[in-house]
């Protein structure tokens, strides 16, 4: 047995940031380091995403997470354990052979990702680095990552005020990490101040008129 041979495989209920449950696993390994994560909370779905797996009927508005527990606590389980939490991509693979489908709605995608995420958790953890430095391997070419930072929201998390779900700010001529969070929050702060210019501005439109005006600045 080596030490990250996976012991157990845990599913569990928690609830997101919209208070709907969700699917959280916990990874034991052989070494007792343990990894754990949950499934992400999103409200806008594209046609190339995994799909979470629901219970449906009229309990928690049909959002209950039941039928993807029963698959983490037994199929997946069965699948993992006993097997090596280095092998990321090889888990990954028979996860996604093992649901079958091309959108992972048989096990369901808040299952598979949740399991995927605690087992590079779990294997991280056993070899005492944090994610970053466990998936670079080294510290060789690693270079800080840029902050990329919302200052307008649309999609459904907006009612669909605009089409675009994030509209994004990076800073990439920034030379630190600290300026590029300062140069963000200025950005961030003139959007602010242009956004309350324009729906200060006379006529009627709703929407329209401040989208126009927003594409005048």
């Known amino acids: ?25 916990e990874i ?12 992400p909370a999103g409200a806008s779905t594209g046609t190339g995403e995994a799909l979470d797996l629901r ?11 039941n039928k993807a527990l ?19 991509a090889d888990l990954d693979h028979a996860i996604i052979e093992l649901d079958g489908t091309p959108n992972r709605s048989r096990l369901g995608g808040n299952a598979s990702v949740a399991t995927s995420m605690a087992l590079l958790h779990a294997a991280a ?19 800080m990552p840029l902050p990329e930072i919302q200052i307008f929201g649309g999609g459904a998390h907006a009612a669909r005020r605009v089409d675009v779900q994030d509209f994004m700010v990076m800073c990439p001529a920034a030379s630190t990490f600290a300026e590029a969070l300062e140069w963000t929050a200025e950005v961030y702060r003139a959007a602010g101040d242009i956004i309350e210019t324009c729906r200060k501005a006379p006529g009627r439109g709703g929407r ?4 126009a005006c927003l594409h005048q600045q």
């Open 1 to 25: 047995m080596t030490n990250t041979e996976i012991r157990k495989v845990q599913g569990r209920r928690v609830w997101d940031s919209r208070g709907r449950p969700t699917v959280e696993v």
């Open 28 to 39: 034991e390994l052989a070494s007792g380091a343990t990894g754990r994560a949950i499934a």
């Open 70 to 88: 029963t698959a983490v606590n037994g199929e997946i389980a069965k699948l993992l354990v006993g097997r090596n939490a280095n092998d990321q």
């Open 208 to 211: 329209r008129r401040l989208l």
């Open 125 to 143: 953890a056993a070899a005492g680095q944090p994610i970053w430095r466990y998936l670079a391997g080294s510290d060789r070419g690693i270079t």
């Open 55 to 65: 219970d449906g009927g009229s309990a928690l508005a049909g959002l209950g997470i």
